[in-house]
């Protein structure tokens, strides 16, 4: 049991499907403690369901764009555990109309609401996670980003954007956080088909794209993102901060 005694707040669970969920699975396997965040009413079934599924998880709604619920939902991890390990980031919107098309047509307050949700968010999170993961001595945050990053894949424009910005501020926060015992890392994972990625004009011929081409000739699981997420959130992971895994079937490596 690799996160036995460890309390874990998961945020973007939206069903079954989500990366956030296979995370949630592969945590609580390993013994992790859970509290799941829910952006709103709308999603609060599905995940109350879900919830029932792992005994004793905590569920909680949070808007990650909004200062006050984040600090409503640690304080809810306090009042319920006085401290918390781990903090997963598996949210992330943008405008459908800004998913699809020439990146330079994106609107300026496209532009702003992909950043404030997919990228800002893990800043604010990490602020409000603080005196929680401090409590416990240290701790291990992990967020989700995707290859459009780096480079340029067709239709996810600005998500790729607002990943760039992601990943450095997973590098400016672990600088930060680094003297107090708390690792922040990226998992980059390969195209999977959830409820996010259906709004990314063209994604299934890009799983077909990457089933030919990839040095492992297969599309990852979601469990294979859970199963990193433990590695990150665990003990032997201790000395990796600052970083993105790619969980890609080595799709980064090609050339062309
Ligand atoms: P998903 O199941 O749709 O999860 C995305 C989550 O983000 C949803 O729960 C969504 O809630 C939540 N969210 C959006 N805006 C929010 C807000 N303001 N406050 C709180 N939650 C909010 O899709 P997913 O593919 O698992 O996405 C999880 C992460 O993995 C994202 O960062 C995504 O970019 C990343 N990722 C995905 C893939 C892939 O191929 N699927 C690949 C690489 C990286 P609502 O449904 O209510 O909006």
Redesign the pocket.
């Known amino acids: 049991m690799l996160l036995s005694g460890k309390n874990a707040v998961v ?5 079954k ?4 969920w296979a995370i949630s699975k592969a945590f609580a396997d390993q013994g992790a403690k859970l509290l799941l ?4 009413d ?2 609060k079934e599905n995940v109350l369901e879900l919830a029932g599924t792992l005994p004793g998880t905590l569920t909680f709604p ?4 909004d200062d006050a619920q984040l600090a409503a939902a640690f304080d809810h991890a306090k009042q319920n555990w006085g401290g918390c390990d781990i903090v997963a980031h ?4 943008a405008n459908r109309e800004d998913l699809s098309g020439d990146f330079v047509k994106t609107s300026r307050d496209g532009y702003r609401v992909a950043q404030e ?2 990228s800002y ?1 893990l800043t604010a999170m990490c602020r409000a996670a603080l005196p929680l993961l401090e409590a416990r001595g240290g701790g291990s945050v992990i ?4 290859m459009g990053s780096e480079r340029v894949v067709p239709n996810y424009n600005v ?1 790729g954007v607002a ?1 760039a910005a992601l990943e450095a501020s997973v590098r400016y926060l672990a600088v930060d956080l680094g003297p107090k015992n708390i690792r922040v890392n990226a998992i ?10 259906a709004g990314i004009s063209g994604f299934s011929s890009l799983l077909e794209v990457y089933e030919q081409k990839v040095p492992l000739r297969r599309n990852i699981e979601a469990a294979e993102v859970g199963d990193t997420a433990v590695f990150l959130a665990s003990p032997l992971s201790r000395g990796i901060t600052g970083e993105v895994i790619h969980v890609d079937s080595g799709y980064h490596v090609l050339g062309v």
Do not use: E, H, I, W
């Not at 965040?37 to 709103?40: A, D, F, S």
């Open positions: 945020f973007g669970v939206a069903n499907r989500s990366l956030a965040t829910y952006q709103g709308r999603l949070c808007d990650v764009t598996c949210v992330a919107y949700v997919s968010s967020t989700l980003t995707y998500m990943k980059s994972a390969g195209p999977v088909k959830t409820l996010s990625a």
